[in-house]
Structures are given as structure tokens and as C-alpha cells.
Nanobody, 123 residues
């Protein structure tokens, strides 16, 4: 089994920055992709960014140039640096692991999920 735990959420003003972290523990995989998704009440979970074991990265257009995903292999941590936050970035942010290693934007492709961390951006 895999355990994912997010941290770093909070309440910030528009234009501020936050860094989310996702700590992974348990079983390891030689090929994997780690993704960040976000969800607001009444809406489907939305893909934000993903990084795989090769270091390949993919972002949703709405966060390109503002968010940066990175991984620290020795510590099994994936981070999402979020700059110039906007009120529309407000959501619960989840990290997820796909054992296929594919940089998928589809939540169904991810096998393991964290519980999420709330990010609230005030205007």
C-alpha cells in the first residue's frame, strides 16, 4: 500500500505564494507519476500538474507560469510551488500516484490519493 499526505495549504491573499508538499510512504515503484488535482464543492476534480519518474512534467494551462511541480526523490516528496495565486485557485488540493508512470490528466488513472489540503485565496 501507499500512503500520501499533503501539507502546506492555508488562507492567503491574491498575489501570494504557497508551497504544497506531498509525502509518500509505503510501497515504492520504479515507474510512477505524481499528480496534483484540485476540487471545489459541486465540481469534478480538476487536474493541475504532474511529474513522473523521468522528470517529465505537464501543467494545466491555467497554472502555467505560476505553478511549479518538483520532486525530491530521496525524501519521497513532491511539491507544488504556487505563485501569484488567484481567488479561482481556491480548492482542496489532492496529490495522487499513478503506477503507470503516465502523465495523465484523468483522475481515474491514479491509483492512490491523499486526503487533501485546503487552499483559500482571498481577493
Amino acid at each position: 500500500q501507499v500512503h500520501l499526505e499533503e501539507s502546506g495549504g492555508g488562507l492567503v491573499q491574491a498575489g501570494s505564494s504557497l508551497t504544497l508538499s506531498c509525502a509518500a510512504s509505503g510501497r515504492t515503484f520504479s515507474r510512477y507519476a505524481m499528480g496534483w488535482f484540485r476540487q471545489t464543492p459541486g465540481k469534478e476534480r480538476e487536474f493541475v500538474a504532474a511529474i513522473n519518474w523521468t522528470g517529465a512534467i505537464y501543467y494545466v494551462d491555467s497554472v502555467k507560469g505560476r505553478f511549479t511541480i518538483s520532486k525530491d526523490n530521496p525524501k519521497n516528496i513532491v511539491c507544488l510551488q504556487m505563485n501569484d495565486l488567484k481567488p479561482e485557485d481556491t480548492a482542496v488540493y489532492y496529490c495522487a500516484l499513478a503506477t503507470t508512470g503516465v502523465l495523465s490528466t484523468q483522475s481515474r488513472e491514479y491509483n492512490y490519493w491523499g486526503r487533501g489540503t485546503q487552499v483559500t485565496v482571498s481577493s
